[in-house]
């Protein structure tokens, strides 16, 4: 599985697209306080005012200066999708890895937790416990990924099954390499391909649940969400303010998750080699 | 090394399928542990975190002494986890002061609109799926197959309440072709086959906005099947035994194509039921979606519990259901057996 991916990447057109897209969307959110105009809860003019060169979105029904909301918005999702994506990533490389190794009644029970985990649909888990908790960005992340982690457990699993039987680690045993050591030299650095996989998916997940959660009015409302934008912009379509108000956040989530999907649909062509031959013939 | 996988996969899921009902039964209880344990362990008053702040307004004193000892409150932790099972049994899910009835029966009121509404969304999806899939498959590379998949993977990037959203926005708000939401139109008393065209008029956008966004996954997974099924032998038989085009499509290629998507029903139904949820609440069809909606606003937490009781129940007994049916279609998994 040594292949260069980032090139590979690179070369797949939506692979681009995706990739590129991500670094505009994170270049915005880092730059937010600097590119915002206003704070974006801060009251900075008449509520519903139409785009003009003060308000290049126009304001909310309080007078928010929408396309600074829609700035930090961006911060939201991306630190969720980020920070979930990892966490749940590194958990589901733990699970994984251990239950392949170790193996026998540790491995049946983690197994048996995870299609426990798998069969509820994790946003369902995740507003149930969000109804109580009201969670704010730290609490979110680590709500998303404690539903998230399965899933990527059972692929790093399977994957981790296949490099246990290599050669190399065989050699390692015979040196009297312990679980451990093997784990973390053999098998982890080998999965890197697939666990960047599995959190890009998490992550495409998280951010897909974030939105969700807010626009059910799950989240902390102070949380600054694409989700709760469109929330709050739904009450209001018999006005004409959904064309700056409800579309751009809609149209920005959408695009982050689209661009997601691209890479993690090129990062599995890369990967899957009979998927390989597939494109080259779809690219004719 | 990739057939190594595959094949680890395979055992994988064949040992999970027997193990199943045991997943289901530990997944039921993972939720009923959370739906118990999570209003307990809240900071103040369990009282109020099991009701939530409407119902302390209601409060007596009396009803405060019944309900403490209906909960077993002033019991340890263990008692009142049997209290709560032996209510669940009897099929009490709590009261809901927000609506001052049973939460059950409000439950049950709503459930209809979603049933209907999801119904006919799995039905749709699933054959406008398979059907675009075997076209594109059968076309893979030409015109056709290359704008379906560019489209539907570009839908597929957009979350179900916002392609509701934009339906919404579109064929209600600006061409005002159907309503801005509810499923029948109030006071009109209709009845019969108007009532019908009300209903349908009504349900069209959710259904259309469901059909879309989930079809999606059905078409790439038929569409691949029928791309690795079309280079299989029992296709150049047909071929050459003269059959016509169509036939092979559907009747050798297609008939093929369907066992993934029967394999993939499960997560298929579950993504339903939750997309129907975001999509309800978009459209104010009065179903289960709006119910949770309402209650999370008012933190009315016994129909928020219920309501994900009852949809997690679903989705079990759905997969529950589904593993049977495997049994039938796929004669290997008997097999194996």
């Known amino acids: 599985m040594h292949v260069d991916y980032w090139q590979e990447i690179r070369e797949d057109r939506l692979g681009r697209i995706g990739l590129y897209l991500i670094l505009l969307l994170a270049l915005l959110a880092a730059l937010a306080p600097f590119l915002a105009p206003y704070p974006p809860e801060a009251r900075v003019g008449a509520a519903f005012s139409p785009p003009s060169s003060r308000h290049w979105l126009g304001t909310n029904d309080v007078g928010q200066d929408i396309w600074s909301c829609l700035l930090y918005g961006a911060r939201t999702s991306l630190v969720v999708g980020c920070g979930a994506g990892l966490l749940a990533g590194t958990i589901s490389v733990l699970v994984g890895t251990s239950s392949a190794l170790v193996g026998g009644f540790y491995d049946s029970l983690c197994m048996r937790v995870v299609d426990a985990l798998l069969v509820i649909p994790p946003v369902l888990l995740a507003i149930l416990v969000g109804a109580y908790f009201k969670p704010h960005l730290l609490t979110l992340v680590l709500l998303l990924a404690a539903f998230l982690w399965p899933g990527g457990a059972r692929i790093i699993r399977a994957e981790a099954l296949s490099l246990k039987e290599k050669k190399s680690v065989a050699a390692a045993r015979t040196f009297g390499a312990g679980s451990l050591y093997i784990m973390a030299r053999h098998i982890v650095p080998d999965l890197g391909p697939v666990w960047l996989a599995v959190m890009i998916q998490d992550a495409r997940r998280a951010i897909f649940m974030e939105a969700g959660l807010s626009f059910l009015g799950v989240c902390d409302p102070t949380l600054h969400s694409w989700g709760r934008m469109m929330q709050q912009a739904l009450e209001f379509t018999y006005l004409e303010v959904w064309k700056w108000w409800l579309l751009p956040p809609g149209l920005a989530l959408s695009l982050t998750v689209a661009a997601l999907s691209f890479l993690s649909f090129a990062l599995e062509r890369i990967l899957n080699p009979r998927l390989r031959g597939e494109r080259e013939d779809a690219g004719h | ?333 008997n097999y194996a057996r």
């Not at chain 2, 040992?15 to 959370?34: E, Q």
């Not at chain 2, 989930?214 to 569409?223: A, E, M, P, S």
């Open chain 2, 1 to 333: 090394m990739e057939n190594n996988v595959d094949m680890k996969n395979k055992v994988v899921c064949k040992v999970a399928r027997y193990n199943n009902v045991v997943n289901y039964i530990v997944t039921f209880f993972i939720i009923l542990t959370l739906n118990f344990f999570l209003p307990r362990l809240m900071p103040g008053d369990p009282l109020q975190a099991i009701y939530g702040d409407d119902a302390l307004i209601a409060m007596t004193p009396e009803l405060k002494a019944e309900l403490i000892q209906r909960f077993a409150l002033d019991k340890p932790l263990g008692e009142q986890f049997v209290a709560y099972l032996r209510a669940l049994f009897r099929g009490d899910l709590g009261y809901s002061y927000y609506y001052h009835a049973q939460v059950v029966s409000v439950v049950l009121g709503y459930l209809p609109w979603t049933l209907l509404l999801s119904g006919l969304a799995l039905v749709l999806s699933t054959l406008t799926g398979f059907i675009l899939g075997v076209e594109a498959g059968f076309r893979r590379g030409q015109g056709l197959d290359k704008l379906l998949l560019t489209t539907l993977m570009l839908v597929n990037g957009f979350p179900d309440f916002f392609v509701g959203i934009l339906f919404l926005l579109l064929f209600s708000v600006v061409w005002g072709l159907f309503p801005l939401g509810g499923s029948l139109t109030p006071y009109a008393s209709l009845k019969g086959f108007d009532l019908m065209l009300d209903i349908l008029h009504h349900l069209a956008l959710p259904l259309l906005t469901l059909v879309v966004v989930r079809c999606v996954n059905i078409f790439l997974l038929t569409r691949s099947s029928m791309v690795t099924t079309l280079g299989a032998g029992f296709i150049l038989t047909a071929r050459a035994k003269g059959c016509k085009d169509i036939r092979v499509r559907y009747h050798h290629a297609g008939r093929h194509s369907l066992l993934p998507v029967v394999t993939a029903a499960g997560l298929h139904l579950t993504h339903l039921i939750t997309g129907t949820l975001f999509v309800e609440v978009v459209f104010s069809y009065p179903g289960l979606g709006s119910l949770l909606y309402n209650a999370l606003m008012v933190r009315d937490y016994p129909v928020i519990q219920g309501v994900l009781l009852i949809l997690t129940a679903a989705v079990l007994i759905i997969n529950l259901m589904l593993d049977l049916l495997y049994l039938k279609v796929d004669p290997r998994i």
